[in-house]
Antibody
């Protein structure tokens, strides 16, 4: 079964750091680019970051640029999101999703909740 | 930058037809994908490339795209269709989502 499972969410103080993981299984991870998408409480889906298949190209939404870093370990079939300088407005459920170039995101994880609060 | 506009909420009685729209400048020139998202669950792709259905998605779900509006049509609505629905296009090589439409089944 094709599956994405996020982990690493939790409660963190403003200015703190957190690393999210997304474990992929049931498909050839290295053939997909991967995305992080978040949903703040009561709000809609917002794209956060993308990493290409080989991990050499990454892009970020302006709201997280310079604070978040996406990476992947293709040997371990795992996607990461290193978040630093966290702000209250980063509070959201974070989803990983797979997709190919200009194709839809056809598999999503169930999300992991990040709460930034003092 | 490109903007996608969705009506925040749509209500429909069971068995009736729901139309959820996604507005964007000349959106017909883009490919539109639609996702269903239920609370606590992973989003699910229900329509891709304007009108194609992934395997496992009922024929009741249909998509169209013309002019400045893409539309997701759900026929014979069921209680289980109650969810948030998001349209998505590609903007500068990365996904752009509409604000979402909450479908309520009366």
């Amino acid at each position: 079964e094709e599956q994405l499972v996020e982990s690493g969410g939790g409660v963190v103080h403003p200015g703190g750091s957190l690393r999210l993981s997304c474990a992929a299984s049931g498909f050839t991870f290295i053939t997909y680019r991967m995305h992080w998408v978040r949903q703040a409480p009561g709000k809609g889906l917002v794209w956060v970051s993308r990493i290409n298949e080989d991990g050499k190209t990454t892009t970020y939404a302006d709201s997280v640029k310079g604070r978040f870093t996406v990476s992947r370990d293709n040997a371990e079939n795992t996607l990461y999101l290193q978040m630093s300088g966290l702000r209250v407005d980063d509070t959201a459920t974070y989803y990983c999703a797979r997709g190919r170039h200009l194709e839809p995101a056809d598999l999503w994880g169930q999300g992991t909740l990040v709460t930034v609060s003092s | 930058s490109y903007v996608l506009t969705q009506t925040p909420s749509v209500s429909v009685a069971p068995g009736k037809t729901a139309k959820i729209t996604c507005g964007g400048n000349s959106i017909a020139s883009k490919s539109v994908h639609w996702y269903q998202h239920k609370p606590g669950q992973a989003p699910v792709l229900v329509i891709y490339y304007d009108k194609d259905r992934p395997s496992g998605i009922p024929e009741r779900f249909a998509g169209s795209n013309s002019g400045n509006t893409a539309t997701l049509t759900i026929s014979r609505v069921e209680d289980g269709d109650e969810a948030d629905y998001y349209c998505q296009v590609w903007d500068n090589m990365d996904p752009l989502f509409g604000g979402g439409t909450k479908l309520t089944v009366l």
